[in-house]
């Protein structure tokens, strides 16, 4: 079983930057891809970033390109979020996600989440 535990999160001030990680806590497979989403107050889940089993691509949100970078660990059993020159409408709860295959940025697609961690960022 994938058990995700996130943890990074914290409260900075605009222009300052958080690495949030994902650990696959559990049974790890192979051929996995991971992604992250984050939710505002009030808002529905937005994609953030998302990467191939193998770690060698890399999609994002037009609001975090060139901000954000997302990576995965030499075991491929964690994923990271390098989140720089972070912005107030970046505040929201980050959560990862898994599929088998394929990333996708639909969260429909994915099964397996994290309980989210919390990224506040204040102006």
């Known amino acids: 079983q994938v058990q995700l535990v996130e943890s990074g999160g914290g409260l900075v001030q605009a222009g300052e930057s958080l690495r949030l990680s994902c650990v696959d806590s559990?049974?790890?497979?192979?051929?996995?891809?991971m992604a992250w989403f984050r939710q505002a107050p009030g808002k529905e889940r937005e994609f953030v970033a998302h990467?191939?089993?193998?770690?060698?691509?890399?999609a994002y949100a037009d609001s975090v390109k060139d901000r954000f970078t997302i990576s995965r660990g030499n075991t491929k059993n964690t994923a990271y979020l390098q989140m720089n020159s972070l912005k107030p409408e970046d505040t929201a709860v980050y959560s990862c996600?898994?599929?088998?295959?394929?990333?996708?940025?639909?969260?429909?697609?994915?099964?397996?989440w994290g309980q989210g961690t919390q990224v506040s960022v204040s102006s």
């Open positions: 990467i191939n089993p193998s770690g060698d691509r890399t």
């Open positions: 559990g049974r790890t497979y192979g051929h996995l891809s």
């Open positions: 996600a898994v599929r088998f295959g394929q990333p996708s940025m639909d969260a429909h697609d994915f099964r397996i």
